[in-house]
């Protein structure tokens, strides 16, 4: 599959063009403005045309490889789906999702694909972004599909639901179908993160791996405005301290031979995950570097789509383009 290409916007640590890459598609343009998210895309690919910049700035007409593409792809920050979410219409995450939609008229791909929060797909909080995002793509000849995927679907050790929007012009459009999961069996986070928590000698590894027997939560990378690299808000946490994880930092390093194991004993007994493992979690290959300090990187990886999903998302695309 080749000869497909996109734009990608808020592309961060790559997740999602890394998985139409895989797809067969080619980037015309990824944009982000984010120092670190920039610098990790060109550490992975320096052929990438990456341009460090806000969306809401964006000016396709600057920038002519990126009109007329298949694809313009938004894996967007994700809207704040807790109880703080009532203002996330008036919010700088929902002035981002118009914006993708908008940008559809400027750039003219063929299939536009934003991917969210669950709620962004079936939630009446919602619903006044999916009526004007109807309207808009409707006057652009687009028709569109709202879907959730779970990335634990696709292979990701992740409870992971995406809110999907997937639009394409009304000639293509009948011969798209959401993806169908690629796997029967949820890879757990035991099975995940197994081989690494023995690389240093850590006796308890594989006893911890068969009590982590299910998927790991939902990984939120955190606002740059607050708080450090912690795996979540206090529920989150809990679900981690049931797997046997310190969820209040992350650690430095995987656990060596002399560390000592004791759930019982609270989290101090526990293990912390390092931001390595979480990129695992996140279904990063081993070799996609994360650039800069700890806290940044994790965010990165919080904040990403699974290139798996992407991967998988792609190829539904494609195959509608193709007909």
């Known amino acids: 599959m080749s000869g497909l290409t996109f734009v990608d916007v808020c592309s961060g640590a790559g997740g999602l063009a890394l998985g139409l890459e895989r797809a067969g598609f080619e980037p015309r343009l990824l ?8 610098r990790t895309l060109r550490a992975n690919r320096p052929h990438w045309n990456v341009l460090q910049a806000d969306l809401l700035d964006f000016d396709p007409s600057e920038h002519p490889e990126s009109r007329d593409v298949d694809l313009l792809s938004a894996g967007l920050p994700r809207v704040k789906s807790n109880a703080t979410a009532a ?3 008036s919010g700088s995450e929902e002035r981002l999702l118009k914006a993708a939609v908008y940008l559809a008229h400027a750039i003219g791909p063929r299939a536009l694909l ?3 929060v669950p709620t962004l797909a079936h939630s009446d909080r919602f619903r006044g972004f999916r009526e004007f995002a109807r309207a808009e793509l409707e006057h652009l000849g687009y028709e569109f599909s709202w879907f959730v995927l779970n990335a634990a679907d696709f292979g990701v050790p992740q409870d992971r639901k995406q809110g999907v929007l997937v639009a394409i012009k009304r000639h293509w459009f009948p011969s798209f179908q959401p993806p169908s999961p690629t796997v029967t069996h949820h890879v757990s986070v035991g099975e995940a993160l197994v081989e690494s928590m023995r690389s240093r000698g850590w006796k308890d ?3 911890w791996a068969a009590q982590a027997s299910v998927v790991a939560p939902t990984l939120v990378g955190g606002s740059k405005n607050r708080g450090g690299a912690d795996l979540g808000l206090a529920g989150t946490k809990r679900k981690w301290e049931r797997l046997g994880v310190n969820a209040h930092s992350l650690g430095n390093e995987i656990p060596g031979s002399g560390f000592e194991w004791a759930p019982e004993l609270g989290r101090d007994g526990m293990v912390r995950l390092t931001v390595d493992q979480t990129a695992v979690l996140q279904s990063f290959p081993e070799d996609w570097r994360i650039t800069g300090r700890k806290t940044a990187r994790y965010r990165q990886i919080g ?14 695309i494609a195959r509608a383009l193709r007909y």
Not at 31 to 38: P, R
Not at 303 to 316: F, K, N, Q, Y
């Open 31 to 38: 944009l982000d403005e984010d120092d670190d998210a920039c």
């Open 87 to 89: 203002r996330a219409e």
């Open 114 to 116: 934003v991917e969210n």
């Open 205 to 207: 590894a594989d006893q």
């Open 303 to 316: 904040h990403a789509s699974p290139p798996p999903v992407g991967e998988a998302l792609g190829r539904a």
